[in-house]
């Protein structure tokens, strides 16, 4: 059964740093791009960043510069988060997709982030 779980996120003051990871539960995260996504308060969810399996990364606008993804061979994704800006806040998930790809219908509960001074 598929599963993601997302941790790292907390209270970070402007220009601060966050790191997020994921781990990835069952047949899914080989062969995949998986990607970073955030919901805001009152807003759609959307992709933030995307890593292939080839290692090639792209980014959202809104954080090309301050944010790094990075996954390893087996089941774990990263988002390295700097310069942290208060537009940042938001609930922070996982799934596969990006680069033309849908993410998956199951979600994990996501980590939040609050960026406040």
């Known amino acids: 059964q598929v599963q993601f779980v997302e941790s790292g996120g907390g209270l970070a003051q402007p220009g601060g740093s966050l790191r997020l990871s994921c781990t990835v539960f069952?047949?899914?995260?080989?062969?995949?791009?998986m990607s970073w996504y955030r919901q805001a308060p009152g807003k759609q969810r959307e992709l933030v960043a995307t890593?292939?399996?080839?290692?090639?990364t792209q980014y959202a606008n809104s954080v090309k510069g301050r944010f790094t993804i990075s996954r390893d061979a087996k089941y774990t994704v990263w988002l390295d988060m700097n310069n942290l800006k208060i537009g940042d806040t938001a609930v922070f998930y996982c799934?596969?997709?990006?680069?033309?790809?849908?993410?998956?219908?199951?979600w994990g509960r996501g980590t939040q982030v609050t960026v406040s001074s």
């Open positions: 069952g047949n899914i995260f080989n062969g995949a791009h």
């Open positions: 890593v292939a399996t080839s290692g090639n």
């Open positions: 799934n596969v997709g990006g680069m033309g790809y849908t993410p998956s219908t199951i």
